[in-house]
């Protein structure tokens, strides 16, 4: 079994990745930004919720709490929520 990597299609390694340019404007929705800055409020709320964690504890690795919030706004099971960090989690899960 080979532990190298398949070789790239001939002319794949020509073309450059895409990336998103960060420019000097107000409103940058290439890169999924909001013009405007959260409500004040919001920032107070949130800042008080960070303020409750115990950031020198893991968190619940089986999300159970986050999955209990989420099944219950959809109506259905914890059992069929699925939380990961992301999507590459979830391929590697898979």
Known sequence: MST???EARPGLNLI??????IV???VRLNVNESPFPP????ERELAAKISEIP???YP?????????EIASLHSVSPSQVFCANG?????QLL
């Open 4 to 6: 190298r990597p398949p």
């Open 16 to 21: 450059e990745g895409y990336h998103s340019p």
């Open 24 to 26: 000097d404007v107000k």
């Open 39 to 42: 409500p004040a409020e919001w």
């Open 55 to 57: 950031f020198n504890r």
């Open 60 to 68: 619940d690795r089986r999300a159970m709490a986050l999955r209990a």
């Open 87 to 91: 999507s590459n989690e979830i391929l």
